[in-house]
């Protein structure tokens, strides 16, 4: 069974039009030559867009002359109310200040202190599963949402979503994503830095909730390690974390906007990424048993093992098809900050640079059978080529995601936990079609069925 991919829009369409459709989804608003395209050029009345899917120009923008393309102030206009200054939406000084003392609570030995909190949520998700493993239909995304929420509030700040404050989080952060932030104003027109930006009323509500929210959270937090009774998790280490330039740490605003972005970027990215692994396994029985074979041979529930890890091959083969062919984050904005010449055309300076995840991921000029699902692809020699050079679900060069590596340790685990305990089927009349907005999700949830194994 071919996994599901949003139509596209005809090749021509005008302005109004374009808009309306990017509205109701950014995938489905896209023409079909994408998929074949080496570069694409869109012009509007405010400002023109590249696309480039050309593996040389994506390489040329993220990592040879990351400086020269800053991230597009369009994509943040949208999220601020909830992301504020957060290393998310800044550039230049500001951003390496940010990453500087971000970076080193995700490096080395860090992934490994942080795996029992991960194994804990995984063990967690599958006792919340139990009541629902009866054959009904169960949305799966809702529960691949609460379990990625539940490693983030463990290793971030050694709490689980049970925990009052965390569960308000999660409640309001899932009403902030329907008011779908990141459609504004701001993100289509230039618009001066002064004038209002007319988010949502609902949008700018949920965003104050959940920074009140945080800001409790990160003020305790202060508090134990003023006291010496911090816990050494995510949290006490960013926060203890001094920029080895200035010597200065994040106060407690800085702090809120860093750990808003963790919480967007580490739980809606995960979610998104289990909830589309688990309906492809649903739809391809033969690769769900493998993943549970090779589950039950390595996983002892009770005795967390960093080792499972590097034995869990095929689980993250399957997990790294699923973020190929659903990157939870399927486009990147960027600015050309001056004029520019790709394959032939001008590009001029204050143009939008458009990476695009979904659509490098399905180019079908560069990878073999590229809309089907297939993990063994990654043993082949397209596949390997394709890996190094059409492959960023977590982006690449300097701004590539610091979570990509807790990323990779956290679905398999997760995956395989849930495959070793129950079988998921796809209900038959319920095909999620994947649509984008903060991430790439189902149009009326993922439907799936659970039963025990």
């Not at 983030?152 to 689980?160: E, K, M």
């Not at 960013?238 to 200065?248: E, F, H, L, N």
């Not at 083969?317 to 394959?343: Q, S």
Request: hydrophobic share 40%.
């Amino acid at each position: 069974m071919t996994p599901p991919k949003p139509p596209s829009r005809p090749d021509r369409v005008s302005l109004w039009r374009y808009l309306r459709l990017f509205r109701q989804d950014i995938l489905s608003a896209q023409p079909e030559r994408l998929y074949r395209a080496w570069m694409a050029e869109f012009r509007t009345p405010f400002f023109r867009s590249y696309m480039c899917n050309d593996p040389a120009l994506v390489e040329l923008v993220l990592k040879d002359r990351q400086d020269d393309f800053p991230k597009s102030d369009r994509i943040g206009e949208g999220l601020r109310p909830l992301l504020g200054n957060s290393v998310f939406v800044t550039n230049c000084e500001t951003w390496k200040r940010q990453r500087r003392i971000i970076d080193p609570a995700f490096e080395g030995g860090r992934l490994r202190d942080t795996f029992p909190a991960m194994w804990e949520a995984a063990v967690a998700a599958v006792d919340r599963l139990a009541p629902l493993a009866n054959g009904e239909a169960v949305e799966i995304e809702a529960q691949t949402s609460h379990a990625a929420a539940d490693v983030i509030f463990r290793t971030l700040f050694s709490i689980p979503i049970e925990h009052e404050v965390a569960g308000r989080v999660f409640h309001e952060f899932r009403e902030h994503q329907r008011t779908q932030p990141v459609l504004n104003l701001g993100a289509f027109l230039p618009l001066p830095r002064w004038m209002p930006r007319f988010h949502r009323r609902r949008t700018k509500q949920t965003a104050k909730v959940i920074r009140r929210l945080i800001t409790q959270l990160t003020a305790d937090r202060m508090r134990a390690i003023a006291a010496g009774t911090a816990p050494d998790d995510l949290a006490t280490k960013i926060m203890t974390t001094a920029d080895p330039v200035t010597g200065d740490r994040f106060d407690t605003g800085e702090m809120v906007d860093q750990v808003a972005i963790f919480f967007l970027a580490g739980h809606e990215t995960s979610a998104s990424a289990l909830a589309w692994a688990l309906y492809l396994l649903a739809t391809h029985p033969d690769w769900q048993d493998r993943v549970a074979e090779e589950a039950a041979a390595v996983i002892d529930p009770d005795r967390p093992d960093f080792a499972t890890l590097s034995k869990l091959r095929i689980t993250r083969d399957v997990f790294r098809e699923a973020l190929r062919l659903y990157p939870p984050v399927p486009m990147m904005v960027r600015e050309a900050a001056c004029p520019e010449h790709f394959r032939d055309r001008d590009v001029p300076k204050g143009s939008q640079i458009v990476l695009s995840p979904w659509h490098l991921h399905r180019h079908e000029r560069l990878w073999d059978r590229p809309d089907d699902f297939d993990p063994g692809r990654f043993a082949t020699e397209n596949g390997k080529a394709c890996l190094r050079n059409a492959y960023m679900p977590f982006s690449a060069g300097q701004r590539v995601c610091t979570g990509a590596g807790f990323a990779m340790a956290e679905g398999p685990i997760i995956l395989a936990m849930l495959l070793r305990a129950y079988r998921f089927e796809a209900v038959t009349d319920r095909t999620p079609m994947p649509v984008a907005h903060l991430t790439v999700r189902g149009r009326d949830g993922i439907w799936l069925q659970l039963k025990p194994r």
